[in-house]
């Protein structure tokens, strides 16, 4: 049985010299790591990376990072940022609300002025507002600069469209808001509603566009605000908190 004891496990994990694996395989051709990245984890699974890991991970309540948590009175809920939650799901709900004004089908509000009915256009476009504005509300709440950026973009596009929705019965208020006037909207030609609401090139289907990308944008920034759940960083085996899944020097410990 081959003894890892006292040897630095960094060199197999891709970190510092390579002469160890090289050692091991007998080749000089420079790996600096057991294997070229961890897409190939599966093949040491049963070895000392697999052993690691589930030391590091395991659910015991001697756990490494139960442990840091426990030492440091720390609580993971602080590592979630509820604010950007709440934009990625009102930027949900905003998407949503914009498909169902571009339904086909029998669903499509716009398809002739024959069938046109101002009562379903008008309820369908009140949701499309009150979701915009429930958008720009959680945006009001966070100070992530990426996602307050792609939010930005997307009330500088309702800006500029403001004399095209106010023929709409619709207004943009100082806030970014939008109010909607009932009335006014019913009176509003169809074709009026449907280029605004129902088309491709539509103000709807832009504002649907950077609701995609906003809610992108606050999962991933979400993830990466979290350092308990970060894809690209881990804590190490004494609370340290490491950059690198790859450094071979969290897991000395272990063996």
């Known amino acids: 049985m081959i003894r890892l004891n006292g040897m630095n496990y960094g060199g197999y994990f891709g970190y510092g010299s390579s002469s160890g694996i090289n050692s091991i395989f007998g080749s000089s051709s420079g790996y600096n790591s057991i294997y070229g990245n961890l897409s190939q984890l599966s093949s040491v699974r049963s070895g000392a990376y697999a052993k690691a890991l589930k030391a ?7 756990s490494p990072i139960k442990t840091a948590y426990k030492n440091y009175n720390l609580d993971t809920n602080l590592y979630t940022d509820k604010t950007l939650t709440n934009v990625k799901n009102r930027s949900s709900e905003l998407i949503s609300s914009a498909e169902k004004l571009a339904g086909t089908g029998k669903d499509n509000l716009f398809a002739n002025k024959d069938s046109y009915n101002p009562d379903n256009a008008f309820k369908a476009v009140s949701d499309f507002v009150n979701e915009y504005n429930d958008t720009v509300s959680a945006l009001g709440k966070t100070s992530n600069t990426s996602v307050v950026n792609v939010g930005n973009s997307m009330t500088r596009m309702t800006d500029i469209m403001k004399t095209s929705l106010g023929k709409a019965g619709i207004k943009v208020g ?6 909607i006037n009932e009335e006014d909207f019913k009176k509003a030609d169809m074709n009026t509603v449907k280029n605004l609401f129902g088309s491709n090139s539509s103000y709807a289907k832009i504002i649907s566009s950077s ?10 920034q979400s993830l990466n605000g979290n350092s308990y759940y970060n894809t690209g960083s881990v804590y190490g085996r004494n609370g340290s908190y490491y950059n690198n899944y790859y450094s071979g020097f969290n ?4 063996f």
């Open 211 to 220: 609701a995609s990308r906003l809610q992108s944008t606050a999962l991933k």
């Open 174 to 179: 100082i806030d970014g808001k939008l109010t």
């Open 251 to 254: 897991f000395n410990s272990f």
């Open 56 to 62: 590091y991970y395991g659910a015991d309540s001697k």
